[in-house]
C-alpha cells in the first residue's frame, strides 16, 4: 500500500521509500524514515498534494512523490 | 590580524535565522514565514556583545547536501569562506529534525553554538528542553532565545564570540562500526586537500554527495574509487545504499539527544491553526477563501491608492500652473522645472499610494504563513504548467519585484523547472507595473479593468507555460514542501520590512523616474523626442497608439512606473483621459504589463540563467505584448472604446 491510498485522518507506518534520489534525500532531511509513524492530515483537490504529519512537522507532498512511499 | 571575527548562522529553512539576523544587524535581511525566504547570503558588521564581528545570514539548508541552488550557498559558503564560529540556530520546536543538521555541522571542526530559537513556540506545544544536558551531550554551548522578541540574543552573542577563541571538542555522532572502518579508511590518505576535514570529505563520498564527489575526482581520485568500493560492500551487507545508512544512523542519533533532553508534556492536539487550516486548505471553501484573500487585497491597494492619487495629482498641477507663469520668459529652465515636477509628482501621485499598500499586505501574506498554503492548493493545476507548487511562491513574489522572484526561483530542484519558473515569473506584473494598472487603468477607467487585466495576465502566464512545457518536456518532480505553522505577525516586522522596500523603490527608481523626466523634457525642447518616436513609431502604429506614447515605452524599460509618469509628460497633460481614448488607455496599459522586463529583471535573469535565455525571455515577452495589446486593440474597437 501506498501513502497515497490512506484515508484523510488516518495514520501510517512508512515501509520503504522509493524514487529519484534528490526526492529521497529531501524526505529523510524533512525526518521521514522507514518505521516513522506518519498521518495523512489532508488531500488536495485536482489530484493536488497531500499534508502530513511527523512528528510534528507538516509537510505536504505531490501525488507522485506519495505513490512512492510504502506504508503499512 | 584586525579582521573582526566571521559569525555565521546556520540553520534548516525558517527556523529564523534572518530574524535573529535582523534583531542586531537592523532590517537587512527580508524574512518571512516560509522555507527559502533567503536564497542568498547577507553580511554586516555589528557590534554586539561589547565587540565588532561580521555577521553572516546563509539560506536555509536541511542538510549540508544542498537539494537546491538557495541551499547549496550555505555548503559553500561555509567551505570556502573562513569562518570563525557558526551559530546553529534550531528551532526548538522541532528539535529532532533540527539535531540532524547540527550533528553535521559538527564534523566541519569549527566552533559551534547551538541557538534554540522559537522557545516560546516550544512552549506552547509543551516541549521543556533540559539545554544542560544537550550542550554536554554536543560538546557545545547551548543558548535558548525567542528572536522575533530579542529574548536571550545578547547573550546568545556573548556566548558565540567566547566560543570564536577557544578550540573545540564536539561529540560528534558515532555511526555503526562497519560505517566508521569504512569512513576511518576513506579520510586517512585525505589531508585538507578537498578544503573540508577528512573525515567530513569521507561521510560526504560514502554518501554520494555529488558536489564533494566532483571535487575529489579532481584532486583525489583514488579516494572516489575507494568510497565507491565501501558503497558496494556496505549495500551488499546491509540491503541498504550507504547513504540511506548514514542519515538514518545520524538521524536516530538525533532521535536519541532529543528523546534524552527534550520532554513533551501533552501529545499532539489540534489547536486553532488546524482550524484555521480547515477552511483555508478545504478541497472546495480553500479555493473561495484564496479567491476572497486575493479580491480583497486588490480592494484594499485600490481603495486607499485612489483615495490619496486624486488629490495629490491636482496639488502638483496647482504647482506646476504657479511655477508656468513663473518661469514663461526661460523656456529652458520651465521645461526641466517640468520635468523634475513630473518625475516627483509621478512618485508621489502615481506610485507611493499603491505601492504602499501593496507591500503592506504582501509582508502580512508572507509572515502568516499563507505561502505554502497556496503552494499546496494550487499544486495539481501547476502540474499542468510542468511547474508543481512550490514555484507558486517566486510568483507571488513576483507581484511585489520581478527581482527578487527571478532569484527566489532558486528554491526549485531541477534546472528546468527554474528556467519555467524564471521565465513565467518576470511575466506577473510587479508593483511598478501595478502603479500602472491602478493609476491608469483602474483610475480612469474603474476597478473591474484592472482586475480583468490581472485575470488576462494569469491567463496569459498559464498558457505561456503550457507551452513552455511542450518544449521543454520532461517530468516534473513532485512537490515537496515543509508546511509551517501560522504566526501572528509583528507590527514591527511588518513595518520595517515595507519601509526596507519602499526605500528601494525611494532611493533606486525615484531618481530614475525623475532622471528619465528631465530627459524627456530635453528631448522635447531640442525637439528630438520625434525622431525617438519615429523609431517605435511601427509599435505605436499597429497598436493605435499616438506616436508621442514611443518615449515612454522606451524608457519605461528602465522601470515600468516611468511609462506612466513619462506618458503624462508626453502627452502634455495630468488628465489622461483628456488624450486618450479608453480603448488606447486599454491597450497601452495591457503593453504594458506584458512587454521587455525591465532592465534589473533582465540583469537578474542573466545572472539566473544566462544571455541567452535572458534574450529569449525578451523576445517573448515582448512578441506576447504586441499580440495581446493588438487584440485588446481590436477589441475595444469594435466594442466602440
Known sequence: MTLCEIQQGSQAKIVSIGGGRTAQQQLRELGLFPGDTVRVLRRAAFQGPLLIECRGTQIALGRGVAAKVVVE | MTRPPRLALVGQPNCGKSTLFNQVAGYKALTGNFPGTTVTFTSSRVRVAGQVIELVDLPGAYSLAGANPAESVAQDYLLTQNVDAIINVVDASRLERGLDLTLELLELGLPVVLALNMMDEAHRQGITLDQEKLSAALGVPVAALVARKGVGVRELFATAVRACRQPTA?????????????LAEIAAPLDRRLGLPPRLAAIKLLEGDPKITALARERAPAAVAHAAQFQRALTASRGRPAEVIINSERHTAALNLCEACATVARSRTFDWRDRID???????????????ILFAFFQFVYGVGTLIEEPTLALFDNVLAT?????????????LVKGIVAGISGGFAIVLPYLVPFLIGLGLLEDIGYLPRVAFLVDGLMHRLGLHGKAVIPFILGYGCNVPAVMATRILEEPRERVIAATLATMVPCAARLTVVFGLAAFYLGPAYALG????????????????MRLLPEETPGLILEMPVYRLPTLKTIVAKSYY???????????????????LSLLEFLQLDHWVNALFAPVTWLLGLPDAVGTTLIFGVLRKELALVMLRQALNTSNVAAALSAGQMLTFTVFVVFYIPC?????????????????????LTTGIALVIAFVVRVGMGLLGG
Not at chain 2, 278 to 289: M, S
Open chain 2, 501 to 519: 522596500r519602499v526605500r528601494e523603490f525611494v532611493v533606486v527608481a525615484w531618481p530614475i523616474l525623475i532622471a528619465g523626466s528631465i530627459a
Open chain 2, 599 to 619: 532592465l534589473a529583471t533582465l540583469a537578474a535573469l542573466n545572472r539566473e540563467l544566462g544571455r541567452n535565455k535572458m534574450l529569449g525571455v525578451a523576445i
Open chain 2, 278 to 292: 480547515d477552511v483555508l486548505l478545504h478541497p472546495v471553501w480553500g479555493y473561495v477563501a484564496l479567491l476572497a
Open chain 2, 170 to 182: 564536539p561529540n560528534r555522532a558515532r555511526y555503526s562500526r562497519d560505517v566508521e572502518a569504512a
Open chain 2, 323 to 335: 511655477l508656468e507663469t513663473e518661469l514663461r520668459g526661460i523656456p529652458l529652465a520651465l521645461e
Open chain 2, 453 to 468: 487585466i490581472y485575470v488576462l495576465n494569469l491567463i496569459i502566464v498559464a498558457l505561456t507555460g503550457a507551452i513552455l
